[in-house]
């Protein structure tokens, strides 16, 4: 069975910083790209980051350049998102996600796997 979990979710101020992760287990996490995508309430889901299967090929959102960084690390099966400069409308549920190869897009559709979330709050 195929498992994603989100941590490092919580309440910060306007400027601060969090990092989250994501431990993935049930599949050959070396083989699947992975995205974090983040959906407000009332709002659709919104794919952030997405890094390829070695971690060497990035594709931003424009809300994340500048701010967040994607990485991960294929020996511990974890995947993270740096987030600095955290902004009020970064509030929103965090979700970690794999896509369907190695390589994968920006695209909600294009992932598989998902996790079950993580809140972010920022306050101003």
């Known amino acids: 069975q195929v498992q994603l979990v989100e941590s490092g979710g919580g309440s910060v101020e306007a400027g601060g910083s969090l990092k989250l992760a994501c431990v993935v287990s049930?599949?050959?996490?070396?083989?699947?790209?992975m995205g974090w995508f983040r959906q407000a309430p009332g709002e659709e889901r919104e794919g952030i980051l997405c890094?390829?299967?070695?971690?060497?090929?990035?594709t931003y959102a424009d809300s994340a350049k500048g701010r967040f960084t994607i990485s991960r690390d294929n020996a511990k099966n974890t995947v993270y998102l740096q987030m600095n400069s955290l902004k009020p409308e970064d509030t929103a549920m965090y979700y970690c996600?794999?896509?369907?190869?190695?390589?994968?897009?920006?695209?909600?559709?294009?992932?598989?796997?998902w996790g079950q979330g993580t809140q972010v709050t920022v306050s101003s």
């Open positions: 996600a794999a896509g369907r190869g190695g390589y994968s897009t920006l695209l909600p559709a294009d992932h598989k796997y």
């Open positions: 049930g599949l050959n996490f070396g083989d699947y790209a």
């Open positions: 890094i390829n299967w070695s971690g060497e090929s990035f």
